[in-house]
């Protein structure tokens, strides 16, 4: 089957627990599959950690957790070496982070120095304890969470660990209908903390991934496309509006991006749509405000429209 067809089925098999949040479901799915991680924004109750747990059962991956609190360690994020006084050995005692879908909970609630344990992990794909490296299983994805409301207590995220995020994506209040339906499904008896009762089946395999991702690979873009791309880097970065714009990494990231929400979409090639779909949760991380500009009321959202508005749109 195509990435198109495993995708259709994924998205059959995750409405049997999430209700609406299809954009957020579509917007995880192609950082998953273009093989980056994820900040999920949004206050308590809107299913985050739902989505993650329902992401690993589809791609029949391992789910761990990690709560992020102000005591947190490093050592407690990647794991330590710890003495055997049986075999008088030491042994890898391995942290929550060695695992396919990590769930990062309240990440900005911890200081910098256990944020920054995250970092070569989402990066390199790697850990290092106690100067030994040790790889981690493929796939891997870190699936992030900050309460956009609450500051008491919080740490905000660096630009340098913003930037290893390929995607924030921002869990907002369901529609009146999509409550209504989920206050029936409790009603007669869904428990988000037991899936197996919902009877989710996982629709890939890890093994399956690499060829998947070749799809992407092959996937088609114009020079218009490339054009339109740097276009709205540009924009960003001689935007009034913004101190900060967009750096070619934001750039390369909106492109496999948009390929990826391609290839999900069935189609070979690229189109300005494409790239829509997925400018705002590639840049709204990567991009700082100016004062003035949250004076008038406007947030990275609608800067980010305002900035693309003004880009011509490739024939």
Do not use: W
């Amino acid at each position: 089957m195509s990435l198109a067809q495993f995708f259709v089925q994924m998205k059959n098999e995750a409405a049997k627990v999430i209700v609406g949040q299809e954009a957020v479901f579509e917007q995880v799915a192609v950082a998953f599959f273009a093989g980056g991680h994820v900040l999920l924004e949004g206050v308590p109750g809107t299913a985050k950690t739902l989505l993650a747990k329902t992401l690993a059962r589809l791609i029949d991956a391992s789910f761990g957790r990690i709560q992020f609190t102000a005591d947190l360690m490093p050592s407690d994020v990647v794991g330590t070496q710890v003495f055997n006084l049986n075999q008088g050995t030491f042994y890898l005692k391995k942290g929550p982070i060695f695992t396919h879908i990590c769930l990062g909970d309240e990440i900005n609630r911890a200081p910098a120095k256990t944020q920054s344990a995250l970092l070569e992990a989402m990066e390199e794909r790697q850990v290092t304890i106690e100067g030994e490296r040790h790889l981690l299983d493929e796939p891997f994805m870190v699936l992030a969470t900050q309460n956009p409301v609450e500051y008491e207590g919080t740490y905000p995220l660096p630009e340098a660990q913003l930037d290893r995020f390929m995607f924030k994506v921002r869990v907002d209040y369901p529609p009146e209908a999509v409550e209504h339906e989920i206050l029936r499904r409790y009603h007669t008896g869904f428990d988000a903390r037991h899936l197996d009762a919902t009877g989710i089946q996982p629709i890939i395999r890890p093994a399956d991934l690499p060829a998947l991702r070749q799809e992407i690979q092959q996937v088609k873009v114009e020079e218009g496309i490339f054009g339109y791309i740097t276009q709205i880097a540009i924009a960003s970065r001689r935007s009034q509006d913004l101190i900060l714009g967009g750096s070619p990494r934001a750039s390369i990231t909106l492109l496999l991006a948009s390929k990826t929400y391609a290839a999900l979409q069935g189609r070979d090639y690229v189109t300005p749509d494409d790239v829509k779909f997925v400018v705002a949760p590639t840049y709204r991380h990567r991009i700082i405000l100016r004062p003035e500009a949250e004076i008038e009321g406007l947030d990275a959202d609608a800067v980010i429209r305002r900035m693309v508005s003004g880009v011509p749109v490739p024939r």
